[in-house]
């Protein structure tokens, strides 16, 4: 019986150490034009974006309608939040197995900048999911126009009272948060070392957005998705939605920027592997 202890232990030792990451992405590679799972992800990215926007918009139309002839009426910030993190966590679950479950350009970014994803791919996945948020969003002004027009159409906008940096922190610190997360829940050295640990990607990713959210609503509507404030942005085309326009952008993808740099060169000591340097002699 001691034996056999003593067999397996060294075994799940030498798998947890000797772990080697999976080879990075390749910078361009066109053979991913040649294949049907490219474009199957591609699909998938835009169903889900669209799916995701036509429900959050919808929710936060349904909440201002409500609470306009009743202030307690409506689902309120909480319930907005929830409507995001839930909606993610559904897609981010659904579609995981596909396209990785971006549904975000600054999450695409920041994984490429992972080497998680190649250019070619990065790219056409902001297209789809930019124009799954527009269609979305289209769908949420084709069954209820007097009430989207009404009560600002879902568009991201600067609160009254805070500036632009503010807004700009806000969104860059959102979004850290939130790919982050989506490093951490999905890091596959973290599956072979922590395997006694069930790890549910989406939800804590899911979760990461609906905490964000309560943060940032009041300050900038919380964008921390490109294709969410692009697709709102166009269908609603009011000039105060192009405003601040360019803070749901720029502030994404210097917080995707961050947490990839984060994520690969700190906790997993990239930089440092590189350089062959601070090497345990163990």
């Known amino acids: 019986m001691t034996k056999d202890v003593e067999a397996v232990e060294p075994a799940a030792e030498y798998s947890a150490k000797d772990y080697h990451d999976p080879p990075p992405a390749p910078l361009i590679d066109f053979d ?44 309120g910030i ?22 990785g479950g971006h549904i975000n350009p600054a999450v695409t970014f920041g994984l490429f900048l992972g080497r998680k994803v190649s250019l070619i791919r990065a790219v056409m996945y902001m297209v789809a999911q930019c124009l799954g948020a527009i269609c979305g969003v289209g769908l949420v002004k084709a ?38 997360t989506v490093f951490a829940a999905t890091d596959p050295k973290r599956n072979a070392r922590d395997s006694h640990v069930p790890v549910l990607a989406p939800l804590p990713i899911g979760f990461a957005v609906f ?28 000039e105060h939605a192009w405003d601040d326009h360019w803070i749901f952008w720029v502030g994404p993808f210097v917080g995707a920027a961050i947490a990839a740099f984060y994520h690969v060169f700190i906790l997993r000591a990239g930089a440092l592997k590189a350089l062959g340097s601070f090497r345990s002699n163990a």
């Open 78 to 99: 909480l319930g907005i939040a929830w409507a995001f993190g839930g909606m993610i966590f559904i897609l981010v679950y659904c579609t995981a197995g596909i396209s």
């Open 143 to 180: 069954f209820q126009k007097s009430y989207y027009n009404r009560y600002g159409g879902g568009a991201n906008s600067l609160s009254e009272g805070y500036n632009t940096g503010t807004g700009l922190g806000a969104e860059i610190i959102g979004t850290f948060v939130l790919v982050y």
């Open 32 to 75: 991913e034009l040649t294949k049907w799972s490219f474009y199957r992800a591609l699909i998938a990215e835009f169903i889900a974006t669209l799916l995701f926007l036509y429900v959050t918009v919808l929710t936060v139309i349904g909440y201002k309608s409500q609470s306009a002839t009743d202030e307690c009426g409506g689902v």
């Open 211 to 238: 905490m964000v959210h309560l943060a940032t609503i009041p300050i900038t509507g919380t964008g921390i998705n490109p294709a969410r404030s692009f697709g709102a942005a166009v269908i609603y085309n009011n």
